[in-house]
């Protein structure tokens, strides 16, 4: 039972991108590359910008999920939630944000913190929960958090 649970947590935490997000690109991919075209000078670049964001999607999901690498996958994936949340959820940029009824800037807010909190959970994958596990990543940042394992694994 406790596998099943880690792995559900860990399903959870990429379930966003793998397989949302992810297939959404490849069957939306020109609307993905007009998205990305509002922050890229040229349709070449706005193409590979998706292209780069569908592996990061899909490579760092599936290492988050095996336990191969996954707390460089989880750094990876949380600078990718921060930078897209800056790129693409500009709330500051609506004007109406402090308006009261109806907001897009409000409703871009809610998405740039759950960019944010979804960051901050790839972020605990990444390094843990104590100063001993923060230093374990550096010491070995490619290394595996072992999360099927049934022992606590230290170095």
């Known amino acids: 039972m406790s596998l099943v649970i880690a792995f559900a947590i860990r399903l959870l935490l990429v379930a966003l991108f793998l397989p949302f997000s992810a297939m959404d690109k490849i069957v939306n991919f020109r609307g993905a590359v007009g998205q990305a075209g509002e922050i890229a000078p040229s349709r070449t670049l706005a193409k590979a910008l998706i292209c780069l ?30 930078v ?56 070995d940042p490619f290394g595996s958090t072992h999360p099927y394992s049934l022992t606590e694994m230290q170095p």
């Open 84 to 139: 897209t949340a800056v790129l693409w959820k500009r709330f500051w940029a609506q004007g109406d944000f402090a308006f009261t009824g109806p907001s897009k800037g409000r409703d871009l807010f809610w998405d740039f913190l759950k960019n944010f909190a979804l960051a901050g959970g790839f972020l605990l994958v990444t390094f843990g929960t104590t100063a001993a596990s923060v230093d374990r990543f550096f010491a």
């Open 53 to 82: 964001g569908l592996a990061v999607e899909i490579v760092m999901s599936l290492g988050v999920l095996t336990g191969v690498a996954d707390r460089m996958a989880a750094l990876i994936l949380a600078g990718y939630c921060m």
